[in-house]
């Protein structure tokens, strides 16, 4: 028998099992080499991505600060709420029904139940959001749901994460003044201005969790710090009433925009400030940011963003520079031709007359621009200048809003021969509604020029009165006032507008719009500034009113509302009518001039 046969029998066993041998080596050498690799060079890597796995960093958001009125009345507040978020790979390992779970959440989330189970069932994702900015109330049910009647409250896969939403109690009111908050913070208005104040200082919150994603340990590493409150100067009664007589102004004459300030002019604290058309804050549409049918944009704050010529209501400071400076008195008579004509264009009054003689006070209760030119020339270019720019016109009044405009203010240096001609009765000088209502509140507050002020405390702390600075004395202001009062007499511009047993005084303005180099033929900003009463005034009140339709006048368009504005004003801040004997002539009959 041949024993080659088992000999190449046992060769071959010996080399399979030396095969063998050396793969189970190389394996094992890999195997060495790759525990090394991973406990070595991706050590910290693999360490991080474990972590991660296991716990999870979030940001506690800080309450944002409230803003109030005066009284404490809200016009935005934080309210509590959850992001939802959702681990698909967790709900298609535990449940085998997984519709069953977006049942029970669509509801909850306001998503059809097709949307909710394509979005916790989604493929090759990790992390999804379900819905940000749930009410607490809400994300407290959905963390306790159950998806049978046996099983433990939780879903499996889902949990919440700490969030705020900002609301607007009071809709559309003082809406352009708040602002709203977008992504990134405080986006316009209030909001914007003060965003750091408001916003206070994220925390982080650090979550531990199981294998099925429940929490184990929760530590904040980080303290959250809730952001400041900031209370207005705003009486939210008067400022529902101005928004409801704004848009009434919108209804009836359809302007472009329109704007109403109140203030308090012994302090210069601005008690309501509204603009039309109106933005509802919790729904802000993209439309808002652009003119939409000849208005202007909704979110525009047309207090401080609208530049315009103030017209006849800048009369006040040709007459009170030239009484300051000594060249004319209340009863000053100055004789006014028909028309003026300089270089062929030809300066005349709203109403056609002849020549006639007319005092100072006269000037002002009759709107003449004539009347305002020649005082304007006994001042000179550079007195009038001079005191144009004293007013406070030119530069921002530092109201704490965002985007206030500085208005266009010519230099003396740069009059043309024609500057002299115009700029006198308000024509040619671009100005803010809220540089108005400045200019008027020195008048009312015995001739101190102060900045307008929005903020009453921050924080709790109240802040200071501003000093301010005098600008005319206090007998001038006391004669501007006292001339006012005959505008709303039946010799004055805005007859309609007088409360009978108020004193009351006030100035209207007319003026055409600026248009590719000259005068539109058919668009007026139409205005009235006045204030109550008269002899010490608590209120001022302007309204400015942008391309109104079927009138034009702001004795007709504009003073109407300030009356209304009034009327309702005086007895809710107690106001009283003035005393019979010491009341004058004009509050007891206002056809008196």
């Not at 959440?105 to 992390?127: H, M, N």
């Not at 207090?303 to 400071?317: H, I, M, N, R």
Request: proline content about 9%; overall charge neutral.
């Amino acid at each position: 028998m041949s024993t080659s046969a088992p000999r190449r029998t046992i060769d071959t066993i010996d080399r399979r099992v030396g095969l063998m041998f050396g793969v189970f080596l190389v394996l094992l050498c890999i195997a060495v080499l790759r525990a090394g690799y991973l406990g070595t060079i991706r050590a910290g890597a693999l360490r991080q991505a474990a972590t991660s796995e296991q716990v999870q960093n979030v940001v506690v958001p800080a309450p944002r600060g409230e803003i109030t009125d005066r009284n404490g009345v809200v016009y935005a507040i934080s309210e509590p709420s959850d992001s939802i978020y959702v681990d698909p790979y967790l709900i298609n390992k535990t449940y085998p029904h997984p519709a069953i779970v977006a049942a029970k959440l669509a509801p909850l989330l306001g998503l059809t139940e097709s949307r909710t189970l394509s979005l916790i069932t989604k493929p090759g994702t990790g992390y999804v959001e379900l819905a940000p900015e749930v009410p607490a109330a809400t994300a407290t049910r959905i963390m306790q749901l159950q998806v049978t009647p046996t099983a433990a409250p939780g879903v499996n896969g889902i949990w919440d994460v700490p969030a705020e939403r900002r609301a607007y109690p009071r809709g559309s009111e003082l809406a352009q003044v708040i602002g709203w908050v977008g992504a990134r913070g405080g986006a316009d208005g209030l909001e914007y201005e003060f965003n750091r104040i408001l916003s206070g200082t994220n925390g982080r919150r650090r979550t531990v969790i199981d294998a099925q994603g429940k929490p184990i340990s929760v530590v904040n590493p980080k303290a959250m710090v809730p952001g400041q409150n900031i209370r207005l100067t705003i009486s939210a009664p008067l400022q529902a009433e101005v928004e409801q007589v704004l848009a009434g102004v919108g209804a009836q004459y359809q302007p472009a925009g329109a704007t109403a300030i109140v203030t308090d002019p012994q302090t210069d604290q601005i008690l309501a400030l509204a603009n039309w058309p109106s933005l509802n804050l919790d729904r802000i549409p993209a439309s808002a940011m652009l003119p939409v049918g000849g208005h202007v944009p909704a979110s525009e704050d047309q207090a401080v963003d609208l530049s315009y010529e103030p017209g006849s209501t800048f009369k006040v400071v040709t007459v009170g520079g030239a009484l300051e400076d000594g060249l004319v008195t209340p009863g000053t008579i100055i004789p006014i031709p028909a028309y003026l004509d300089i270089y062929g264009y030809k300066i005349s009054d709203a109403e056609v007359h002849g020549a006639e003689n007319l005092s100072v006070a006269q000037i002002l209760q009759q709107s003449s621009n004539i009347g305002a030119v020649l005082i304007g020339q006994r001042l000179g270019a550079n007195r009038f200048g001079a005191w144009v720019n004293r007013f406070g016109f030119g530069r921002p009044t530092g109201v704490a809003l965002p985007g206030e405009q500085r208005g266009l203010i010519t230099p003396p240096a740069n009059y043309s021969g024609v500057s002299m001609y115009n700029l006198p009765f308000g024509q040619g000088e671009d100005v803010t509604p809220m540089q108005m209502v400045q200019a008027y509140d020195a008048i009312a507050d015995g001739g101190v020029l102060r900045t307008p002020q929005l903020i009453a405390a921050i924080g709790g702390r109240a802040q200071p009165v501003p000093r301010g600075r005098r600008i005319i004395s206090a007998s001038v202001a006391y004669d501007l006032r006292s001339m006012l009062r005959g505008v709303l007499t039946d010799q004055g511009t805005a007859s309609g507008a007088a409360i009978p047993g108020y004193d009351m005084a006030g100035k209207t303005g007319t003026a055409q719009v600026a248009d590719k180099g000259g005068y539109s033929s058919n668009r007026y900003i139409a205005s009235f500034i006045g204030m109550v009463p008269a002899g010490r005034p608590k209120l001022v009140v302007a309204v400015v009113v942008n391309d109104p339709k079927g009138a034009i006048y702001g004795g007709s368009v504009a003073a109407p509302a300030f009356q209304k504005i009034v009327g309702w004003a005086v007895p809710h801040f107690g106001i009283n009518p003035c005393p019979p004997r010491s009341c004058p002539p004009s509050a007891l009959h206002p056809t008196m001039p």
